[in-house]
């Protein structure tokens, strides 16, 4: 045996033959499962329907954890069962059954099995999330659970199921958990106009959502992040796959909107492994990959095996390996281990088992080109990548020499239409300029990385409601802009006509930031900050002026991130008044002793609303104006 990352996995010996980036084979895969499996198995109830794993409880409270501990965790046997083709040595599915039983036989009741009821999201809503998880798991071991169950379990099951299609789900991806529940309900004989109406309002929802390029928008806002594959593309694809008769009209619609997204999506992985860390529910860790792995079982991707396999376990062999498996066996909440600061207060000690999804790479069967097929290397791998994703305003590029792949965000906002600007909402999972997979943003109390903020009266605003204004790429180069109203969490909310324009260029290792900061009143500042990097980092975070800015300096965030303890920040400080010009340079990188950002610019040149920056290594220039907006390259 190779040394395994946590004693409780029990992990193979790596395979360097078939995977020479990860050393993980499918049995790696099995063994993870089983392992986490058993560790939380410990913490079940005597009649095995809640699984109460220890920690500070969400805000639905400890009954509900319980419940998604059971949920979550039976979505990894489930996909581990139905891979093996029934074959269940260690018994997952019996255990499985018994608690179906004992947590519908009174559902509601305060007793030590019970199962909480599903009401609406805004009352008791957490219960409709793990419903789908419930339905789903029974769907897959339909042979060897659902159909041996007692009638009366069976009945009881469903009736508890039917909550969710009788309650109002929350206005984004959680229209999807009916509408799983009700797939399993027809699939085992028991639909009806009910299930119907669940199942069409779902899909009429996530047309209204669809952007193009392979992204759904998270509700009715400009909300893009990993439940696009965790949620939005699982849900339906799954769904199509498992279903008697393919649907195929569906199958083809939402398995080409997958293949599409899987092109832009196979770069927000790192060379280490590791997703992007952006939006919120981080804590799923590897869940991350689902829709990597989804498009392999399923046929819709454009990726070769070799190179999903890679993406997904390089992710899942980076987790591993990075403390995730605390000293009990159990996924903690965070990232790497433990992490409060950067948590959502609807994660209880049982959430981080939505990582359960990316085990949906297990209905590939032993035989499966995922499996055999020898690692290929990911697309950040081969060379330098820029890609402009302009349906959701991102703008991805990535680094060969360090595997750092880097996000800067000028689309993705999590701000529902009918919500106001509030700074008292800041949100750091979607506000900030940028996201990569060695960084995260600091906690909202500490000092911001990646923002630009304008100080009124010495009050720093917040960046909210994100407008796009177009995206684009060359060769070896790209660029996306937005512009933003700053709000501010005392004094004047919102200052009339004030508005921030921004456009980021990327370009190998660096990020030319320019902002058009318009309507600012008299005495006020401006801040743009960097990445946030800890002191024992093998990381190189730098600012450099090139217009506008006149001070440097950098600022301390002790809560750190979810990748360090406590992280500095570089800061560029400036007078503004009405509207100016600023452009910057900016740089995350692990090369070794860097060359300064200084050096990377020959020229720079503003004339009214065109910034003009030549570059030191090849001569090329870089235009960008702003009346109206043109990005130029070459």
């Given amino acids: 045996m190779s040394p395994s990352p946590h004693p409780a996995l029990r992990l193979p010996e790596e395979d360097r033959g078939l995977s020479p980036y990860t050393g993980y084979a499918r049995a790696h895969w099995e063994a993870a499962a089983d392992g986490l499996l058993d560790a939380a198995w410990r913490w079940a109830t005597p009649g095995r329907a809640l699984l109460d794993l220890p920690g500070r409880p969400s805000r639905s409270g400890v009954r509900s954890d319980g419940l998604e501990g059971y949920a979550r965790t039976f979505l990894a046997a489930a996909f581990r069962v139905a891979g093996a083709g029934g074959e269940d040595p260690h018994g997952w599915l019996e255990r499985y059954a018994a608690g179906l039983a004992s947590g519908t036989r009174a559902p509601g009741r305060d007793d030590t099995e019970s199962w909480p009821l599903i009401l609406d999201h805004h009352v008791q809503g957490q219960p409709m999330v793990e419903s789908a998880s419930v339905a789903l798991g029974l769907r897959l071991t339909r042979p060897w659970l659902w159909d041996r169950l007692d009638p009366a379990v069976q009945d009881r099951a469903e009736e508890w199921l039917r909550g969710a299609l009788r309650h109002v789900p929350a206005a984004n991806n959680w229209y999807l958990f009916p509408f799983t529940v009700a797939g399993f309900l027809e699939s085992v004989g028991r639909g009806d106009a009910e299930t119907a109406r669940a199942r069409e309002r779902a899909l009429e929802l996530l047309e209204t959502w669809y952007r193009g390029q392979g992204w759904y928008a998270d509700g009715d806002g400009r909300a893009f992040d990993h439940y696009n594959g965790w949620a939005l593309h699982a849900y339906p694809v799954l769904d199509a796959h498992l279903a008697d008769d393919r649907r195929a009209a569906n199958e083809d619609r939402y398995g080409s909107r997958l293949r599409e997204h899987l092109a832009g999506f196979a770069h927000f992985f790192g060379g280490d492994g590791a997703p992007l860390y952006f939006g919120r529910s981080m804590t799923y860790r590897f869940a991350a990959g689902t829709a990597v792995a989804l498009g392999a079982v399923t046929g819709h991707t454009p990726l070769a095996p070799g190179v999903s396999r890679r993406l997904l376990s390089g992710?899942?062999?980076?987790?591993?390996?990075?403390?995730?498996?605390?000293?009990?066996?159990?996924?903690?909440?965070?990232?790497?281990?433990?992490?409060?600061?950067?948590?959502?207060?609807?994660?209880?000690?049982?959430?981080?088992?939505?990582?359960?999804?990316?085990?949906?790479?297990?209905?590939?069967?032993?035989?499966?080109?995922?499996?055999?097929?020898?690692?290929?290397?990911?697309?950040?791998?081969?060379?330098?990548?820029?890609?402009?994703?302009?349906?959701?305003?991102?703008?991805?590029?990535?680094?060969?020499?360090?595997?750092?792949?880097?996000?800067h965000n000028h689309g993705s906002d999590h701000v529902a239409p009918h919500q106001?600007?509030?700074?008292?909402?800041?949100?750091?999972?979607?506000?900030?300029?940028?996201?990569?997979?060695?960084?995260?943003?600091?906690?909202?109390?500490?000092?911001?990385?990646?923002?630009?903020?304008?100080?009124?009266?010495?009050?720093?605003?917040?960046?909210?409601?994100?407008?796009?204004?177009?995206?684009?790429?060359?060769?070896?180069?790209?660029?996306?802009?937005?512009?933003?109203?700053?709000?501010?969490?005392?004094?004047?909310?919102?200052?009339?006509?004030?508005?921030?324009?921004?456009?980021?260029?990327?370009?190998?290792?660096?990020?030319?930031?320019?902002?058009?900061?318009?309507?600012?009143?008299?005495?006020?500042?401006?801040?743009?900050?960097?990445?946030?990097?800890?002191?024992?980092?093998?990381?190189?975070?730098?600012?450099?002026?090139?217009?506008?800015?006149?001070?440097?300096?950098?600022?301390?965030?002790?809560?750190?991130?979810?990748?360090?303890?406590?992280?500095?920040?570089?800061?560029?400080?400036?007078?503004?008044?009405?509207?100016?010009?600023?452009?910057?340079?900016?740089?995350?990188?692990?090369?070794?002793?860097?060359?300064?950002?200084?050096?990377?610019?020959?020229?720079?040149?503003?004339?009214?609303?065109?910034?003009?920056?030549?570059?030191?290594?090849?001569?090329?220039?870089?235009?960008?104006?702003?009346?109206?907006?043109?990005?130029?390259?070459?």
């Fill in 315 to 407: 992710s899942l062999r980076y987790f591993l390996h990075r403390g995730a498996v605390g000293e009990d066996g159990l996924l903690s909440l965070g990232w790497h281990g433990p992490h409060e600061a950067t948590l959502q207060r609807y994660s209880g000690p049982a959430s981080p088992y939505w990582a359960s999804k990316a085990f949906v790479s297990l209905l590939a069967p032993a035989d499966h080109p995922l499996w055999t097929a020898p690692e290929e290397s990911a697309p950040g791998e081969a060379a330098d990548q820029v890609l402009a994703l302009p349906a959701p305003g991102l703008l991805v590029h990535s680094t060969r020499a360090d595997g750092i792949v880097r996000l």
């Fill in 420 to 634: 106001g600007e509030s700074a008292a909402e800041e949100d750091p999972l979607y506000g900030r300029q940028a996201y990569s997979t060695r960084t995260g943003p600091t906690a909202p109390a500490n000092a911001p990385d990646n923002h630009l903020c304008v100080e009124v009266a010495g009050v720093p605003s917040v960046r909210r409601r994100i407008h796009p204004l177009g995206a684009g790429h060359g060769d070896g180069w790209g660029w996306a802009a937005s512009w933003h109203r700053p709000v501010f969490a005392s004094g004047a909310r919102m200052v009339p006509a004030l508005r921030v324009e921004s456009v980021t260029v990327a370009r190998g290792r660096y990020e030319l930031r320019v902002h058009r900061v318009i309507g600012a009143p008299p005495g006020s500042r401006v801040a743009q900050s960097g990445w946030a990097t800890g002191p024992d980092e093998p990381l190189v975070s730098a600012l450099h002026g090139l217009h506008g800015w006149t001070d440097l300096e950098e600022r301390r965030a002790p809560q750190g991130t979810a990748f360090t303890r406590t992280a500095g920040v570089p800061r560029l400080t400036a007078a503004v008044e009405g509207t100016a010009l600023f452009a910057a340079l900016a740089t995350l990188t692990a090369t070794p002793e860097p060359a300064p950002l200084p050096t990377a610019v020959t020229r720079v040149s503003v004339d009214g609303a065109v910034v003009e920056v030549r570059w030191a290594d090849d001569g090329s220039t870089t235009r960008i104006g702003f009346e109206p907006l043109t990005v130029e390259h070459g």
